[in-house]
């Protein structure tokens, strides 16, 4: 049996961004009927262009029941902010409403108005024409995780589309990983990494990230031609 969004109002929702360690944390507080059973925080992997987030549960049986306290968390490992991504809020569905929660960042966020405007030259038109050139179908697909000794290689794979254009690009913090070697093998290119600085506790995991684009984004009158899928993996150091 599939689960039903759970009703929850007032809502007491927090999206908090860790910079440092790439990590996404969603809270969700508060008091809900007591027939509710296995109350859970999911991503909904189906929406595309930002994070949406599902309060779901199941119920359980007839009658009057107290109410109970629920805390859940749900944290995820993703790169933000992104240009083609909406970074600065989250959607959470429940059963009586859809939220919009906005994304706290512990440290550099993204860009407002107000820091456009300081730093921006270009006309109002313009503007508008590069976010609107911005614009993608997205995906992030959940991280995998990986583990990297010291003295070993990290081999790491994506399927080039067939579709033209298109493109496969693989994102990573050079101080940290490099990539040694890569060619295409069976219509996957394969990049093969290792550590160039062995990261210490407050440094582990890295975050390397593969982008697969397939399209451009075409000037003025045709700006949603491309969708992106992001595929994270989340690197722990070994010490063998």
Request: without cysteine; charged residues 20%.
């Amino acid at each position: 049996m599939a689960p039903y969004l759970i009703p929850f109002s007032p809502p007491r929702i927090e999206a908090l961004y860790d910079t440092k360690f790439k990590l996404l944390i969603v809270t969700l507080k508060g008091e809900i009927d007591g027939f509710w059973l296995g109350a859970s925080l999911s991503r909904d992997d189906h929406f595309v262009g930002g994070l949406k987030f599902l309060f779901e549960g199941y119920p359980g049986g007839l009658g009057e029941k107290p109410k109970q306290l629920i805390e859940l968390k749900y944290e995820l490992h993703i790169n933000l902010p992104l240009d083609h991504f909406n970074s600065k809020s989250v959607l959470v569905e429940t059963g009586t409403a859809t939220y919009t929660v906005e994304i706290h960042y512990t440290g550099l966020g993204p860009k407002t108005s107000s820091d456009v405007a300081a730093v921006g030259t270009a006309s109002v038109e313009d503007d508008v024409i590069n976010k609107l050139n911005n614009l993608r179908i997205s995906s992030v697909l959940p991280p995998i995780k990986k583990y990297l000794p010291g003295d070993a290689e990290l081999t790491i794979s994506a399927r080039v589309p067939l579709e033209t254009p298109s493109s496969v690009d693989i994102r990573f913090d050079p101080e940290f990983l490099e990539i040694v070697s890569s060619g295409i093998v069976n219509g996957e290119i394969v990049w093969a990494l290792k550590w160039v600085k062995f990261p210490t506790k407050d440094d582990s995991p890295q975050l390397v990230d593969v982008d697969t684009i397939r399209g451009i984004p075409l000037p003025e009158s045709n700006p949603i031609t491309a969708s992106k899928v992001i595929q994270g993996y989340i690197v722990y150091a070994v010490v063998l």
